[in-house]
């Protein structure tokens, strides 16, 4: 009777290290996934530039078709609109887009600039 | 000489469960790699515009050394025909994945039923000039 009531203990502590060990697992593959879609989507939105202004010698980014590429391509890898998306843009000589994920208290941020070539 | 049986019979259904801890985490470690993987196969899809040859025979190498399956049963699809600056590309991996229940023998779960594959079918945007004229 001893032995069944410290096994049967034993296996409940497992049983919730277990489940704790998969529910972290869990979070950090999505904050991994939210990390490649915020990447993917700043990779996106950094290429729509004003093509008129890149002519003159300046990088502008157009940030309607930015925004809209960068949600696109942010939930098409994210699978459904599940979290919040912020879409910041910086300008200067080398302008950048910052894409910013967040789903509870998860948060993903990636920066991109437009590389011409 | 009853505790002794008892308990022997205890340690063996214990070890089933702390032998599945370690398996998870071994599970776990073979998806992020399979991720990471791919992660860089992405990124040379990114210059060369499509799935090549080349890029897919290097994923498949990676795969296999990350994971330990076999070459042959890692499914790769997605666009194959060269798209340029710009424009959508999409991948599909299916990594199959096995043992993953530690103690399975114990359970009664074969090696067919002990497995799963892990999909990675994502998108990524094309960074491709066509300066190599394909």
Same mark, same amino acid.
């Given at each position: 009777m001893k032995n069944m009531i410290i096994t049967i203990g034993m296996i409940i502590f497992i049983m919730t290290m277990t489940g704790m060990q998969y529910r972290c697992n869990s979070v950090l593959h999505r904050k991994q996934d939210m990390k490649f879609a915020a990447d993917e989507a700043a990779a996106t939105a950094a290429l729509c530039i004003d093509r008129e202004a890149f002519g003159q010698g300046i990088i502008k980014i157009r940030r309607a078709e930015a925004e809209r590429a960068a949600r696109d391509m942010a939930w098409l890898n994210l699978g459904k609109e599940s979290g919040k998306l912020e879409i910041r843009f910086t300008e200067g000589v080398r302008p950048t887009v910052t894409v910013i994920i967040t789903e509870g208290k998860l948060r993903a941020e990636s920066e991109y600039e437009y590389v011409p070539y | 000489m009853k505790d002794l049986i008892t308990s022997a019979a205890c340690i063996a259904i214990l070890l089933a469960f702390v032998l599945q801890f370690t398996q998870s985490q071994v599970t776990y470690n073979h998806i992020t790699s399979a991720d990471q993987s791919v992660n860089t196969f992405k990124e040379v899809v990114k210059q060369d515009g499509c799935i090549t040859a080349q890029n897919e025979a290097a994923l498949r190498g990676d795969i296999a050394a990350a994971t *330990?399956?076999?070459?042959?049963k890692i499914r790769i699809s997605g666009t194959r025909k060269p798209v340029m600056r710009g424009e959508r590309i999409h991948y599909r991996v299916t990594v199959p994945i096995e *043992?993953?229940? *530690?103690?399975s023998g114990f359970w009664g779960i074969s090696s067919a039923e002990n497995r799963f594959s892990y999909v990675i079918d994502r998108y990524t945007t094309s960074e491709y000039l066509g300066s190599d004229g394909r």
């Amino acid at each position: 009777m001893k032995n069944m009531i410290i096994t049967i203990g034993m296996i409940i502590f497992i049983m919730t290290m277990t489940g704790m060990q998969y529910r972290c697992n869990s979070v950090l593959h999505r904050k991994q996934d939210m990390k490649f879609a915020a990447d993917e989507a700043a990779a996106t939105a950094a290429l729509c530039i004003d093509r008129e202004a890149f002519g003159q010698g300046i990088i502008k980014i157009r940030r309607a078709e930015a925004e809209r590429a960068a949600r696109d391509m942010a939930w098409l890898n994210l699978g459904k609109e599940s979290g919040k998306l912020e879409i910041r843009f910086t300008e200067g000589v080398r302008p950048t887009v910052t894409v910013i994920i967040t789903e509870g208290k998860l948060r993903a941020e990636s920066e991109y600039e437009y590389v011409p070539y | 000489m009853k505790d002794l049986i008892t308990s022997a019979a205890c340690i063996a259904i214990l070890l089933a469960f702390v032998l599945q801890f370690t398996q998870s985490q071994v599970t776990y470690n073979h998806i992020t790699s399979a991720d990471q993987s791919v992660n860089t196969f992405k990124e040379v899809v990114k210059q060369d515009g499509c799935i090549t040859a080349q890029n897919e025979a290097a994923l498949r190498g990676d795969i296999a050394a990350a994971t *330990g399956c076999r070459q042959e049963k890692i499914r790769i699809s997605g666009t194959r025909k060269p798209v340029m600056r710009g424009e959508r590309i999409h991948y599909r991996v299916t990594v199959p994945i096995e *043992g993953v229940i *530690g103690a399975s023998g114990f359970w009664g779960i074969s090696s067919a039923e002990n497995r799963f594959s892990y999909v990675i079918d994502r998108y990524t945007t094309s960074e491709y000039l066509g300066s190599d004229g394909r």
